[in-house]
């Protein structure tokens, strides 16, 4: 059973940085694409940032050179590195196994206040 566990959101001030975690268990890192998602009210969710099994990455155009998607295979980790955050910024961010449908997170919320 896949479970997923989102961390590290909070309040930052415009131009900050926060950096996300997500604790994986009952999947395998090296088999799986990963991503980042957002969701705001009334929205619907948005990709954030992708990470395939093979390691690379793709990130939507709003946030390109601002974050970074990684992750630590040994512990089973997937981390959203933010800077320079904007109010848009401002959603609920989910951790996603996109190779297995069904798997989402329970969000951390980030908000940026201007």
């Known amino acids: 059973q896949v479970q997923l566990v989102e961390s590290g959101g909070g309040l930052v001030q415009a131009g900050g940085s926060l950096r996300l975690s997500c604790a994986a268990s009952?999947?395998?890192?090296?088999?799986?694409?990963m991503g980042w998602y957002r969701q705001t009210p009334g929205k619907q969710r948005e990709l954030v940032a992708r990470?395939?099994?093979?390691?690379?990455?793709n990130y939507a155009d709003s946030v390109k050179g601002r974050i970074t998607i990684s992750r630590d295979i040994a512990k089973k980790t997937m981390y959203l590195q933010m800077n320079s955050l904007k109010p848009e910024d401002t959603a609920v961010y989910y951790c996603?196994?996109?190779?297995?449908?069904?798997?989402w997170g329970q969000g951390t919320q980030v908000t940026v206040s201007s």
């Open positions: 990470i395939t099994s093979g390691g690379s990455t």
């Open positions: 996603h196994v996109i190779t297995i449908a069904g798997s």
């Open positions: 009952g999947i395998f890192f090296s088999i799986n694409d």
